[in-house]
């Protein structure tokens, strides 16, 4: 009788932890990490940012129970992390070519920033 292995992911599902080298700097990480999945807009995708303990995160996956193509992702953002690296993160969540988009969201930044 066939089992099932409900320990092993779907091959599109991956996590990945982003390299950071953290900043000291002031700001609303989650917000900024928020505007940011806005000026990607990932096509067919469910996006969550959520405050991470120490590293920053990306979770992915098929959105299961919905159309085919699907997805769902989840940023865990730490009180350490750089613009930079937000940035860089939701940049690789858009699945249609954008590849200005990091350039977009630094050059955001950088007007908000005094």
Known sequence: MPTLDL???DASE?????????????????????RAVEAVRPARMTVAVCHGKSKLRVEAGRLW?????ETWAIVSVPPTASREAIALAVSRLGTRETPYALDVLLAQAAERTP
């Open 7 to 9: 320990s092993r992911l």
């Open 14 to 34: 991956e996590e990945r932890v982003i390299a950071d080298e953290g900043s000291r700097e002031r700001f609303d990480r989650v917000a900024f990490a928020l």
């Open 65 to 69: 129970g919905r159309g085919p193509g």
